[in-house]
């Protein structure tokens, strides 16, 4: 399937483009950059512009062909598949290493994701949420309206961040945390149990969520089952 990109869309050079790509207007994407199928990439939206960083080089990408030397053009850009990317979102160059978007995540209005950093799949960042360089957000998390991470934040699989949060500090697996600073207040038990687990398999869970105990044995769905191992086997200190 064709990609539908709007004439007044910029498309610089060192951009792959998958198919059935949604390009709308004014949106720019500048290399290097690799984005793949089925994307809806709104009005405004800016992809693949230089870190915010004042000692690295600012090259108009969108004009000139990548150079070839990442410390000049920057790491790269990953864009996954099936995203829903709306107007103004911006998603900048990685520093050390390719800042890199999942699939089948949605991103809404001014959403801006910074350099470094790693956002998995199926994930949802609210009208106005930033992040900070080098952060880690993992499947499935959900990041409200306004939520604000700091440098360097780990957000784990299926974690809520509460609209309007200064998250400053690693947010577990599925659990729901509001505030400035954002603090810990429970379990995101609907996120579970859309993901088919019971009561009981939760309350199973609970400590382990917490952080007060280990990983229980109990059966979980084969995806779930993949995550939260992976999880639970993540290096206590990512960066």
Known sequence: MANRIHPTAVIGEGVELGEGNVIGPFAVIAGPARIGDGNWIGPHVTIGTPAEDRGRPHPAAWEEAPSGDPDHDGHGVVIGSRNRIREYV??????????????????????HIAHDCLVGDGVTIASNAVTGGHCHIWDGANLGM????????????????GMGSAVRREIGAFTIAVGNPARVTGINVVG???RGLDEETIEALGPWLKG???????TLPGDLST???AWDARPRDEH
């Open 90 to 111: 911006s998603v900048h160059q990685g520093t050390w290493r390719t800042t890199t978007v999942g699939s089948d995540g949605y991103y809404l209005r001014n959403a």
């Open 146 to 161: 306004g939520a604000i991470l700091h440098q360097k934040v780990v957000i784990g699989p299926g974690a809520m961040i």
């Open 192 to 194: 579970l149990s859309r």
């Open 212 to 218: 007060k105990e280990g990983l229980p044995d109990v």
């Open 227 to 229: 995550l939260v191992k």
